[in-house]
């Protein structure tokens, strides 16, 4: 059973940066289509950025909301998905969570849904002051 653990989350001035890290467990942690997500207070939790597995740096998509800003890549060597931050804004304060799909999914093929994951991490605030 593959688990997640977040970290890097923190308080930053609008338009600084910073760069969140989801360690996972698992043999087979190259092989799993990975995402992040995010909780805004009193949203629902949206889509950030998603990445597959299957080629040297996996296949990316990112939400409208970010792209341009933040950028998801992952190291199969140390088993970590991160997703770099930049430019960040009061809007992107939110609970980041990562987000694995252990069971079989085809090479290259990017999942954006929350419902398509079946492990989570615990979460790690970030909170962009104005």
């Known amino acids: 059973q593959v688990q997640l653990v977040e970290s890097g989350g923190g308080l930053v001035q609008a338009g600084g940066s910073l760069r969140l890290s989801c360690a996972a467990s698992?043999?087979?942690?190259?092989?799993?289509?990975m995402a992040w997500f995010r909780r805004s207070p009193g949203q629902e939790r949206e889509f950030v950025a998603a990445?597959?597995?299957?080629?040297?740096?996996?296949?990316?998509a990112h939400a409208d909301s970010v792209k341009g800003r933040f950028t998801i890549s992952r190291d199969n060597a140390k088993n970590t998905v991160y997703l770099q931050m930049n430019s960040l804004k009061p809007e992107d304060t939110a609970v980041y969570y990562c987000?694995?799909?252990?069971?079989?999914?085809?090479?290259?093929?990017?999942?954006?849904?929350?419902?398509?994951?079946?492990?989570w991490g615990q979460g790690t605030q970030v909170t962009v002051s104005s």
């Open positions: 698992g043999r087979t942690f190259s092989r799993y289509p």
């Open positions: 987000a694995a799909k252990s069971s079989f999914a085809i090479a290259t093929i990017l999942f954006l849904k929350e419902a398509e994951y079946d492990t």
């Open positions: 990445i597959s597995w299957g080629s040297l740096h996996g296949s990316t």
